[in-house]
């Protein structure tokens, strides 16, 4: 069974810092990985979407990396900014899992003025 | 990417009572998702909605507490039946991207439904 797991749960950068928030998958046999953004209250945004052949995926000043046989994936966000602040999640989807998506219980993140 | 609403965003409701669900999908999808997520916890999926046939259940989840309607390609609900305080939850509905074969295996959400039972 696949289990996603994030590290740290919670982390607080002030304005301006570079940050990385990791993610780590139990089973490496996935399809796709992607990373979402969750405000308080609100649904998820997609942010990136990683292919199990892909390393990398970058969009503006988040870039996200795979490592599939060692299970892990990171986001990493430039120069943070207050609106960054919100929950990221990370979630796998598994090569023989359908189309479910296995998700992290997310890091809280807050960027201080 | 793909342009969902969900109705209502957020309710209020007693103990033993039901609620409907419903998310509107802004073009056609073959495939509906809809998740779950408890106070602290992350996202489950419930169930998998296709048109035209019965949804697909995940393991802890039954169609007669969670019953799923899914009457064409744009248009799903969910129902929570007989509701307890530990069906309090967001319930966010699921699609594939829409935009071709490239953002199919990228997959979008609803606002969320956020319901309280007391």
């Known amino acids: 069974k696949q289990e996603v797991t994030q590290i740290p749960a919670a982390l607080s950068v002030p304005e301006g810092e570079n940050l990385v928030l990791n993610c780590s998958f139990t089973d490496s046999a996935i399809y796709n990985l992607q990373w979402f953004r969750q405000d308080p209250g609100k649904g998820l945004t997609s942010l990136l979407l990683i292919q199990s052949s892909q390393r990398e995926q970058t969009s503006g000043r988040l870039n996200a990396s795979l490592d599939k046989s060692s299970g892990r994936s990171t986001l990493y966000i430039a120069a943070s900014q207050p609106g960054d602040s919100a929950t990221y999640l990370c979630a796998v989807k598994d090569t023989g899992g359908g189309n479910k998506l296995t998700f992290g219980t997310g890091t809280q993140l807050k960027v201080e003025l | 990417s793909a342009v969902i609403s969900q109705k209502p965003s957020r309710d209020i409701c007693q103990r033993g009572t039901s609620l409907t669900i419903q998310c509107q999908v802004d073009?056609?999808?073959?495939?509906m998702f809809w998740y779950r997520q408890q106070p602290g916890q992350s996202l489950t999926l419930i169930a998998t909605a296709n048109q035209g046939s019965e949804a697909t259940y995940e393991s802890g989840f039954v169609i007669d507490k969670f019953p799923i309607s899914r009457p064409n390609l744009t248009f799903s609900t969910l129902t929570v039946s007989n509701m307890s305080p530990e069906d309090s939850s967001i319930y966010l509905c699921?699609?594939?991207?829409?935009?071709?074969?490239?953002?199919?295996?990228?997959?979008?959400f609803g606002p969320g439904t956020r319901l309280t039972v007391l």
């Open positions: 073009s056609q999808v073959t495939m």
């Open positions: 699921s699609v594939h991207g829409t935009g071709g074969l490239g953002s199919y295996n990228e997959q979008f």
